[in-house]
């Protein structure tokens, strides 16, 4: 599979996903740390792809987003957008929702099949 296909799988498969340096228990960045912090204080599991451990993602993923940078947060199969967007959010409580809908929306889906 080649790695385009391999990031929309990941993408499509995960309903929130961070791309990040590290993980959110041992993030690798400042700014890497300050989103998985921002992302788990919305109390929802999260999917997270480890870009140091996986560089063939981190070299493509940024033409695919269209976005130069990480972490680079992923709902629904949409970019959300990095840090700065993601503490935004948090700050006033737009991430919350969006994170809080997208796991209800992902469960209930699950529950009915």
Known sequence: MDI??????QIAENTILLYMKGSPNAPQCGFSQRASQALMSCGERFAYVD???N???RANLPA?????TFPQL????EL??????ILEMYENGE???LVKEAAAAAEAKADDE
């Open 4 to 9: 385009i296909e391999t990031i929309k799988q």
């Open 51 to 53: 870009i140091l451990q």
């Open 55 to 57: 560089p063939e993602i």
């Open 64 to 68: 695919y987003a269209n976005w130069p």
């Open 74 to 77: 992923w709902v629904n199969g």
């Open 80 to 85: 959300v957008g990095g840090c700065d967007i």
């Open 95 to 97: 991430l919350q929702t």
